[in-house]
């Protein structure tokens, strides 16, 4: 029988593994839309506007290490 994991978190730590991730996630689908967007010109300029995301890319980016350095 597997034994169970009992995860004993704090909500800060909650909310700045929670951030870690929505930021990776963030930087992640960016990569994702930039790289389809080389590879077939077109694909993703008509539904997401790439020049007005990576500003809020790098805005969420820095807000997180603003935060990550304040906790650290």
């Given at each position: 029988?597997?034994?169970?994991?009992?995860?004993n978190?704090?909500?800060?730590?909650?909310?700045?593994?929670?951030?870690?991730?929505?930021?990776?996630?963030?930087?992640f689908?960016?990569?994702?839309?930039?790289?389809?967007?080389?590879?077939?010109?077109?694909?993703?300029?008509?539904?997401?506007?790439?020049?007005?995301?990576?500003?809020?890319?790098?805005?969420?980016?820095?807000?997180?290490?603003?935060?990550?350095?304040?906790?650290?």
């Amino acid at each position: 029988m597997a034994s169970r994991k009992i995860l004993n978190m704090s909500p800060l730590q909650f909310l700045k593994s929670f951030l870690y991730h929505t930021i990776f996630s963030v930087v992640f689908l960016a990569l994702i839309l930039l790289i389809a967007e080389l590879l077939v010109p077109g694909s993703v300029l008509p539904f997401v506007d790439l020049v007005d995301l990576l500003p809020l890319v790098l805005g969420v980016v820095f807000v997180g290490v603003i935060v990550g350095r304040a906790e650290g």
